[in-house]
């Protein structure tokens, strides 16, 4: 019987042509902030309500935009009252700071960035207590003042720990863990270690391990009393205990994955009540571990291959997973499953293209990265219902970068461009 549903170092190049209007960074961001990839939480969710539930015709209202970022599938992070992301220009990557009326507050170059296939800067600032984290693409951390963009400190964990570079190079949005900065380096010295956020030194790497990277953004969880670090290798769903960098468990890919020569495990694992959920495309899909009061043991209850996102993520809604599967590199469609049981709830198709997913007050925010199509649907397993849509047309190139909300507002970032809508009702 299923239970209840629950509800669920470097130079900087600076640019600053009106820093004197930037206020103190208070060092606890609001509950309207997204100041990290996928949210404040990670899941992909925002907690705002008195959004709209249907939009204009062609889309709501546009409130302003901005070019000139470079090539980049950043997405937007939004923290007291101002706006970051990233792109490349040249071989260097930048990091951009606008207010929330789209006035540039900053623009710094904090180093060389990704410049084979794809080249573009990937990673989401993550904004942590006045300060920004990142990871290049080329695998160094950088730590920068978010009021005046000053480099705090930087290392290059790559080089540090003999890094592996997948095909597209290193791809992680740096997840801030209490006083550590966690990274994935892929090395043959250690797959994952956490970095002391104020100085940038190492507070443990877990040699346990050494696979490479595998695009995959770690999250935080803490399950009896037992803090860990979960994310996704090349061959493993893995967890690191968050104090000591000792491995816990890893659950190895080979016994569900079907295609092990395409390695792309890049969805942030979505946990909730004592499971992790993970899922990787290629027609490899995903599996639910239960964890127990023994932090080295799990049990998978389930695999699904449906629900193979590539690389759009997911959201986990009232008992139910959304995202959208993978069919071919432009193809795909969208779907839910149960999380109880990994039973299919809906499979269906919308303008034939993948994407990724967030969600808020009720609703699912679809980006579909071919067509540039952004759609409202209900978020329930009846059927997935587009009840408004519109689509993306400045910019150029896939349309990767996750979308952003933050206090009624909706960040698109398409290549060189960011545009901001109001979704808010009744402002």
């Not at 990787?280 to 009061?293: I, W």
Request: net charge neutral; with cysteine; aromatic share 12%.
């Amino acid at each position: 019987m299923k239970r209840k549903k629950a509800q669920f170092t470097a130079a900087l190049r600076i640019s600053l042509p009106a820093l004197s209007v930037i206020g103190v960074m208070a060092s606890v961001c609001t509950a309207a902030d997204w100041p990290q990839f996928r949210g404040p939480n990670r899941d992909g969710k925002s907690s705002e309500t008195g959004l709209l539930k249907k939009w204009p015709e062609g889309g709501p209202k546009l409130l302003w935009s901005v070019n000139g970022l470079g090539a980049g599938y950043s997405s937007a992070a939004i923290a007291e009252s101002l706006v970051y992301t990233t792109g490349k220009h040249g071989a260097d990557g930048y990091v951009f700071c606008f207010d929330l009326d789209g006035k540039r507050q900053w623009k710094a170059a904090f180093g060389p960035e990704w410049n084979k296939s794809y080249p573009a800067a990937r990673s989401t600032p993550t904004v942590n207590n006045g300060r920004l984290y990142l990871l290049s693409g080329l695998g160094t951390v950088y730590c920068l003042d978010a009021k005046t963009a000053a480099l705090v400190w930087s290392r290059d964990v790559f080089k540090e720990f003999d890094g592996q570079f997948p095909r597209w190079g290193i791809s992680e949005c740096l997840l801030v863990d209490g006083s550590k900065v966690i990274a994935t380096p892929g090395g043959k010295k250690a797959s994952v270690v956490a970095l002391d956020k104020n100085d940038g030194d190492v507070i443990w790497a877990c040699k346990d391990l050494n696979q490479g990277s595998a695009y995959c953004n770690p999250v935080a969880i803490e399950y009896r009393g037992n803090r860990m670090i979960v994310t996704m290798l090349p061959d493993s769903v893995v967890a690191i205990d968050s104090e000591t960098g000792k491995l816990l468990w890893q659950d190895p890919f080979d016994d569900y994955h079907t295609d092990r020569s395409r390695v792309v495990n890049a969805n942030t694992p979505l946990y909730f009540d004592g499971r992790i959920y993970t899922t990787s495309g290629y027609d490899n899909g995903g599996a639910m571990v239960q964890l127990s009061a023994d932090p080295t043991m799990i049990t998978r209850e389930w695999t699904d291959r449906t629900l193979d996102v590539h690389h759009g993520g997911v959201v986990l809604v009232d008992g139910y997973i959304y995202g959208a599967n993978f069919q071919s590199m432009t193809r795909g469609n969208w779907a839910s499953l149960d999380w109880d049981t990994g039973e299919l709830m809906y499979d269906s198709s919308w303008q034939g293209n993948k994407g990724s997913t967030i969600y808020a007050d009720g609703m699912l925010y679809c980006y579909a990265e071919d067509t540039g199509d952004v759609g409202l649907a209900k978020a329930t397993p009846d059927g997935f219902n587009v009840v408004s849509s519109f689509r993306i047309t400045a910019g150029e190139g896939k349309h990767w970068a996750h979308p952003s909300i933050a206090d009624g507002r909706l960040y698109i970032r398409h290549g060189d461009v960011m545009m901001v809508y109001d979704i808010s009702a009744g402002k």
